[in-house]
């Protein structure tokens, strides 16, 4: 789920991210490079670049959080919800939060991480969710190969809202 900020997208191209909160599930280290890949996926195909900013002001906080966070989408423990973002916008817009009472992975054990933040960025970037089974904006977790995770729905979507990229 998802604050639908309906037709909101960044002004800008160069986006900033920052990770708070980590999980315990997976080092530090792969956690950042699952997050920087998982925004590639849609920086690939728009004009948009990320940067990682280690302010508490980065557009896009990416934080892994229980039950109630400090937001008013509380997470629901194990299962149910993986995770929710905020459409663009100042303060909490743009932010993405992953409910640690899940089992993250880089691999196939448990949610994966990649899969689950590529689709919390394309609400971080201003998409809302599709009925197309095959989209990655699609509203429930599927396990599915880590190559080429957008639909051409998303790529024509995102280039929508932000023009085209290298590799669109
Ligand atoms: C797309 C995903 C990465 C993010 C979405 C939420 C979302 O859209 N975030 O932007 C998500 O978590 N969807 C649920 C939807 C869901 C599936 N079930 C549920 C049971 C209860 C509550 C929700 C669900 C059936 C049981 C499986 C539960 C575990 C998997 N959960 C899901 O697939
Ligand atoms: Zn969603």
Known sequence: ????????????????????????????????????????????????TFVRSFSREADIMVDFAAREHGDSYPFDGPLGTLAHAFGPGEGIGGDAHFDDDELWTAGSHGFNLYLVAAHEFGHSLGLGHSTNPESLMYPTYKRQNQHNLLSREDVVKINILYGRGSLS
Do not use: M
């Open 1 to 48: 789920d998802y604050t639908d900020n309906t037709g909101s997208r960044w002004t800008k191209r160069i986006i900033s991210y920052n990770i708070g909160r980590y999980t315990s599930d997976i080092s530090p280290a792969t956690v950042d490079r699952l997050i920087d890949s998982a925004l590639n996926v849609w920086g690939r195909v728009s004009p948009l």
